[in-house]
């Protein structure tokens, strides 16, 4: 039987679908016509690595990165909070990281500004089956970079390695199993506010998460190894991971914390 294919994300409606190893020209470099015209006025998804590392550049703790620079738009179709980068509030909307030579948070620059112009989306969860993304190519007007003369062929592979996404995406293979969770299968199941909230902290508000798990009862609750939970207070990227290993029992009842005593268990589940 056939399965009627998922609608796209509205961002990546009128892109053009790649087929496995399929390549596209590219090129993007300072001297290209076009250069920075793709930083103003644009959506850009921030994902739990992106607020981390940019917070960490402007040292800035990510509560206040949050507050500052960036809005959760609300959208029905939406399961879980998403998080995206304020843009400047001026008429052109420039993104507030772009100075006069480009981007001044170039080596810390978001998934979706080393990724373009390439999209990627998650199918639906369906029971029994790891999610595989699939990949588009935007061909904006404005983005020059497909007609240059040194434009090189790429396939999404290589262009991600390139783009140093590969390696980052590893880091938040558990975030990409919290969005696609077979908790959300058929589309028809909400989480409450208060689990909303608990994804938004504990993904995208690293500082508050570890106070959360320094500074509460959280480590009476949960038996943690000594070796992990020292590098918890230290390794913001041991602790993101940890954030969506606990998420996965904090939203949906999966068995992949320890509770320390039984009764707190039967409690949690009740
Ligand atoms: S973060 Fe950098 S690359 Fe991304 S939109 Fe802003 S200026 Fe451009
Ligand atoms: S080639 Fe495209 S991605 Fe590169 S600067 Fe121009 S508009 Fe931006």
């Known amino acids: ?114 990724m373009y112009p390439l999209g990627m989306a998650l199918p639906p969860a369906r029971a029994g089956e790891q999610p595989e993304p699939v990949f588009f190519v935007f061909e904006d007007d404005h983005c020059q970079g497909r007609r240059q003369p040194d434009a090189m062929q790429w396939t999404a592979d290589a262009w991600r390695g390139d783009q140093e996404v590969s390696a980052r995406d590893q880091l938040e293979a558990g975030f990409r199993e919290l969005v696609c969770h077979p908790w959300f299968i058929g589309g028809r199941r909400q989480l409450d506010p208060r689990r909303i909230e608990m994804f938004h902290m504990a993904c995208y508000d690293l500082d508050t998460f570890r106070s959360l798990v320094f500074e509460s009862s959280f480590r009476r609750r949960f038996s943690l190894d000594p070796d992990l939970e020292s590098r918890l207070a230290t390794d913001d990227e041991a602790l993101l991971r940890f954030a969506f290993h606990w998420l996965k029992f904090a939203l949906f009842g999966e068995p992949t914390m320890t509770l320390r005593d039984s009764a707190a268990a039967a409690r949690e589940h009740a």
């Open 1 to 114: 039987m056939s399965r009627a294919e998922p609608a796209l994300p509205r961002v990546l409606e009128g892109t053009r679908q790649l087929a496995a190893g399929q390549p596209f020209p590219f090129t993007c470099h300072p001297g290209v016509p076009c250069f920075n015209a793709c930083c103003a006025d644009v959506n850009i998804i921030l994902t739990p690595l992106d607020v981390l590392r940019l917070a960490r550049t402007l040292g800035l703790h990510t509560r206040e990165f949050l507050d500052r620079h960036t809005i959760n738009p609300i959208t029905r179709e939406l399961q879980l909070p998403i998080v995206m980068l304020k843009m400047r509030d001026e008429p052109a909307k420039r993104c507030p990281f772009l100075g006069e030579q480009g981007c001044l948070v170039y080596g810390q620059r978001p998934w979706a500004c080393r």
